[in-house]
């Protein structure tokens, strides 16, 4: 069965700084997805970030990029420019690419602080 | 864009009583799915439809149970409710061949007095 691990439960980064999530998981597939979800206190799912296991090149959305590393199967999320409203529980989350409706599973999550 | 809606929103019950949480897909998605979260937790998979037919089943108890229906609407029945029942309950939907994503709706927070 596949695992996501998310060692820290919880980070604090500056305001305009930069922060990075780290993400490892456990998977014998070679075809899946790799998502980081962002959940703010009003509790709602927001896809950051996607990243296609076949594909060798980083996600980026805006301030947000990945580090993808399929070997070392570990999949870190970077925040560049912090912002306020990027305070939030993140997720990491995997899902397999094999059959179509494929549940995702999700990592215990990591609690980011933005400090002003 | 029209996204996943849930109903209710919000819902209060009493212990031993039942409920019913509703998830209305995006247009054309062929698969449903059901994540309960408790406080301070991350979401776990109860149960996915894929075409209206039950496709994968997770960490469900046996007093919930759920279905989809014809117009792709999917219900989740929860009965003899527990106060550790009391949680967000996520619905998403997904569509064969798109990029992968779940999307989700905004959760129908349950709680159990």
């Known amino acids: 069965a596949q695992t996501v691990t998310q060692s820290q439960p919880e980070m604090s980064v500056q305001e305009a700084e930069t922060v990075t999530l780290s993400c490892t998981y456990d998977?014998?597939?070679?075809?899946?997805?790799l998502f980081w979800y962002k959940q703010p206190p009003s509790r709602q799912m927001i896809l950051v970030i996607r990243?296609?296991?076949?594909?060798?090149q980083n996600a980026t959305e805006n301030r947000f990029s990945v580090n993808f590393q399929k070997a070392a199967k570990s999949f870190s999320l970077k925040i560049s420019d912090s912002q306020l409203g990027d305070a939030a529980m993140y997720f990491c989350?995997?899902?397999?690419?094999?059959?179509?409706?494929?549940?995702?599973?999700f990592g215990k999550g990591t609690r980011l602080h933005i400090l002003p | 864009a029209a996204g996943v809606i849930q109903s209710p929103r919000h819902l209060i019950k009493e212990k031993r009583e039942t409920a019913t949480l509703k998830c209305y897909p995006i247009?054309?998605?062929?698969?449903v799915y059901w994540y309960q979260q408790g406080p301070g937790q991350d979401p776990q998979f109860l149960i996915s439809?894929?075409?209206?037919?039950?496709?994968d089943k997770g960490s469900i108890p046996d007093r919930f149970s759920a279905q989809q229906f014809s117009d792709y609407h999917s219900e989740l029945n929860m009965s003899s409710l527990e106060l550790g029942d009391s949680a967000l309950y996520f619905c998403?939907?997904?569509?064969?061949?798109?990029?992968?994503?779940?999307?989700f709706g905004e959760g129908s927070r349950l709680t159990v007095l």
């Open positions: 998403a939907s997904s569509v064969t061949g798109d990029t992968g994503e779940l999307f």
């Open positions: 439809f894929y075409e209206k037919m039950q496709s």
């Open positions: 989350a995997y899902r397999s690419g094999g059959n179509r409706d494929d549940k995702i599973i």
């Open positions: 247009p054309r998605h062929d698969t």
């Open positions: 990243q296609e296991a076949y594909k060798q």
């Open positions: 998977t014998s597939e070679s075809d899946y997805y």
